[in-house]
Structures are given as C-alpha cells and as structure tokens.
C-alpha cells in the first residue's frame, strides 16, 4: 500500500483544461486523472480520532469539475440571482445550501448538455 496521502495509481497523461460558456460567463474546467489512495488516518497516526478510520484503499474513476470555487457571477448566469452576503462578482458564492448547490449542478447541466455533480469526499 501507499503511504499516507499518496496515490498509489493513476492513469498517466496530460490534464486537460476546458472552458463552458454559460450567458457570456467563464467557467474553467480541469481533468482530475482517476487513481487509488488510502483514505482515512491510521491509528499510530498522532491525535488520531476513531471517525477518521479506518483506513482503506479508495478508488476513483477521471472526473472533470471546476478550476476555481464558483464565483457570484457564475452562480447568477446560471441560476438568475445572488444570495450572497458579501458582494463581488468576483468572490465566492456563498450562503448556499447543500439543495441549492444540487440544483445549480442540475440547472448547468440542462444548459450545457453535460452531467454536472457535486464532488464525493474521496474526490
């Protein structure tokens, strides 16, 4: 097995970058190369806590998401307005929920025509 946090396999190649247009918006998007890796802290490991094990191998498959977090203006191309407290087209969206988040990934795959998602924990 590999040591902590390090991948133990991953397909080899160049990772690619893209960018989707959403209403005249940049969103870059990066290839993030499938491979296993240990997950989880191992039990010697110093300050350990018993919801961080146990250890496994994780395996993910190649998965494409966004570059950057999502920004205020990306988040109002997609979904027609802004909820955040801190102003900036520029900065974070923030004050979103977790149903808000699954629903913007739906909505930009209807307007793109690919399959958007959140990521997992182990990607």
């Known amino acids: 097995m590999n040591a902590p946090g390090q991948i133990a396999t991953c397909s080899r190649g160049r990772a690619t970058q893209q960018i989707e247009w959403i209403n005249g918006v940049a969103l870059e998007i990066v290839s993030v190369p499938g ?5 989880g802290a191992p039990e010697t490991e ?5 919801d961080e094990g146990p250890q496994h191998p994780v395996t993910i498959a190649p998965f494409e998401m ?5 920004t205020q203006k990306q988040w109002e ?9 801190f102003k900036g087209e520029n900065h974070p969206v923030e ?7 699954i629903e913007f990934c739906a909505i930009l795959s209807i307007k ?3 399959t958007y998602r959140l990521p997992t ?3």
């Open 46 to 50: 110093e300050g350990h806590s018993s």
């Open 95 to 101: 004050c979103v929920s977790w149903h808000e988040a």
């Open 121 to 123: 924990e182990a990607e």
């Open 77 to 85: 191309a997609v979904m027609g307005s802004n909820s955040s407290y």
């Open 35 to 39: 491979g296993t890796f240990l997950m």
């Open 112 to 114: 793109t025509g690919k």
């Open 66 to 70: 966004s570059k950057y977090p999502i």
